[in-house]
């Protein structure tokens, strides 16, 4: 497996296994992550995507510590939950203490949006805590020793201008939802200019209904997984990685699915700008994920904000 390098120097590997299990895990006795992270790196991630909000922190850092692979070649990221945009060295010192490994990789603000503590009421936008306030703090905890690098999640062009204005320290990544339904062809391009890593979640879509992901039926991927006689999603995670500023946290806890996702490949040409193009075709530029809101495109909010205060009031 192959790694990009960050703006901070540090190496990521292109994939690693998403920990978001569905729901939030509130008990520290989480023995469906641990089972599955222990499972992922024996078979040869090395990279792993969880967060506060997810609630299995504890369950990531116990299957690090039991794997008996030396800490510093196992990546892990995990995120500032919006509760504590407020309080930003409690809720990282609360990750570190979860996690129990000694430092984090990589240490994401997860949303832009920040939430009332104590209510978890959604602050409007340009309200304290600002994301641009949360960030310079986020930026004072490189002083701990504690975390290599920090960078964003779920930022728009449009925000991320707003951040690097007065940003001190450029973030090393930023990880939104990515596919070939939703390529973020311009947000890719603008983080490649300023020095971004990109990182894809749900890079497989997610199932609607009893259906599978849409993005693993089309009848592009499908006529590519055939040419190639690869698993579909073998042929979505190798077009992703091969734009080149991207990585991927794709999550399953089957351990056939994970040595699939571990094998990409390189796309010929004409079959890479073919599915950098499919979201063009009629009703397919869309989210897969309904963050738990159904079909935002309706609702035009995203846990309390506008698609316009998100900035992803223009797909491509």
């Known amino acids: ?45 090395r990279h792993l995507d969880t967060a506060y909000g997810y609630g299995n ?15 510093e070649e196992i990546f892990v990221t995990t995120k500032l939950t919006n509760e504590h945009h407020g309080c930003v060295e409690k809720g990282f010192q609360e990750s570190l203490k979860a996690l129990g490994i000694g430092y984090i990789d990589l240490y994401l603000m997860h949303w832009p949006q920040a939430n009332d503590e104590k209510t978890g009421e959604t602050i409007p936008y340009g309200q304290s805590p600002t994301f641009v306030e949360t960030w310079k703090n986020m930026e004072k905890l490189l002083d701990t ?11 728009s062009i449009k925000n991320l201008e707003v951040l690097l204005k007065e940003a ?6 930023n990880q ?24 894809a979640y749900s890079p497989l879509g997610q199932p609607h209904g009893a259906n599978m992901s849409p993005v693993l039926t089309d009848p592009l991927v499908k006529r590519l997984a055939e040419k190639y006689s690869k698993p579909a999603g073998t042929v979505l995670l190798s077009w992703l990685i091969q734009r080149g500023n991207w990585t991927a946290v794709p999550k399953t806890a089957t351990e056939s699915r994970m040595k699939d996702n571990l094998a990409i490949f390189e796309l010929d ?15 397919k530029l869309l989210h897969l994920c309904d963050y738990g809101q ?13 698609l316009e205060d998100m900035g992803w009031d223009h797909l491509d």
């Open 1 to 45: 497996m192959h790694s990009l390098k960050l703006n901070t120097g540090h190496e990521i590997p292109v994939l690693g296994m998403g920990c978001w299990m569905g729901k939030k895990t509130d008990t520290q006795d989480n023995p469906e992550t641990y089972e599955m992270v222990k499972k992922a790196l024996k078979v040869g991630y």
């Open 57 to 71: 922190e504890q369950a990531v850092g116990k299957a690090v510590r039991d794997s008996e692979i030396p800490r």
């Open 145 to 155: 020793g504690k975390v290599k690098s920090i960078g964003v999640s779920n930022f």
């Open 168 to 173: 001190k320290i450029v973030p090393a990544a």
């Open 176 to 199: 939104v939802e990515a596919h070939p339904y939703l390529p973020e062809a311009s947000l890719s391009e603008f983080c490649k200019s300023k020095g971004i890593v990109m990182t």
């Open 269 to 283: 040409k004409e079959d890479f700008e073919a599915l950098s193009k499919v979201h063009q075709e009629e009703g």
């Open 294 to 306: 159904g079909d935002i495109a309706k609702t035009r909010k995203i846990f309390g904000w506008s």
